[in-house]
């Protein structure tokens, strides 16, 4: 039984190499029950980062430990209590909802009474039993959104990680997903987010990351990155900018 301060997430000086470092000696611990904002300017290493968490790329060196699991040593444990939500989920557009939601429910080896329980469940918390009869080829952007979460959430996962899952949605959907996940987190579970809108990660935040060319920059509490700042910055935005461009100049 895993003890109550066993971290959610902990990564131990992970690296990943393409043409450049894309994941520098990254080493962060995201704790149990919370909300982290992972940020960065565009290829900073977020998704590359979050895709070595899903056990989609293979590190060149460091590990990944999910609830005390090492995903190296033993991936089908650790991969069961996590769900990854891409910026560009796919879907398979010539299946129903209910029929999406049933047949990723049998991956991960539920029964179909418990999977049908769950994916009605999620269907009406996120709005989308009126388009039970619809295939998803139909579907909005943000109704394809709505989908994939349902999806992510169907096994129950104690871990939660998304990349940008915001983007592309009205004000109505990205409320809905607002709420969700701020109820997942009130209940004893994780989530770890990377988003463009810093009010967003500024407002649902416990703790913020913001990494630069692979590299951990700053991490914690808005005010402890308040406390950081040396200009006197009272925002996400303002914080944001002032250190990675601080960053920058100094590279």
């Known amino acids: 039984m895993l003890a109550m301060n066993t971290p959610a997430l902990k990564l131990t000086h992970l690296n990943k190499n393409f043409a450049r470092p894309a994941v520098d000696n990254l080493s962060l611990t995201v704790r149990r029950g919370e909300l982290y904002a992972l940020l960065g300017p565009n290829g900073a290493g977020k998704s590359t980062t979050l895709r070595m968490v899903a056990g989609l790329l293979l590190p060149d060196s460091g590990s990944v430990e999910i609830f005390g699991i090492d995903l190296a040593k033993d991936p089908a444990a650790a991969k069961q209590k996590l769900a990854y939500l891409p910026d560009d989920p796919m879907l398979y557009n010539k299946l ?14 539920m029964s179909s009474r418990k999977a049908e329980e769950r994916a009605v469940e999620l269907l009406n918390w996120l ?8 295939l998803i080829e139909g579907f909005s952007r943000g109704m394809k959104q709505k989908l994939a979460l349902a999806g992510a959430l169907i096994h129950e996962p104690e871990l939660i990680i998304l990349d940008e899952p915001l983007t592309g949605l009205d004000v109505a959907a990205g409320r809905q997903v607002k709420d969700v996940l701020l109820k997942h987190v009130a209940q004893g579970g994780t989530v770890i987010l990377t988003t463009h809108i810093l009010d967003v990660a500024e407002r649902l935040a416990e703790r913020i990351g913001i990494i630069q060319h692979g590299k951990l920059l700053v991490e914690g509490t808005l005010e402890e990155l308040r406390n950081r700042s040396q200009q006197g910055a009272k925002s996400l935005e303002d914080l944001f900018l002032e250190l990675t461009e601080t960053s920058a100049s100094a590279a």
Not at 98 to 107: D, H, K, P, Q, T
Request: glycine share 14%.
């Open 127 to 134: 709005d989308l039993t009126p388009h039970l009869g619809e």
């Open 96 to 109: 129903k909802p209910l029929e999406y939601l049933e047949f990723v429910a049998g991956l991960w080896g």
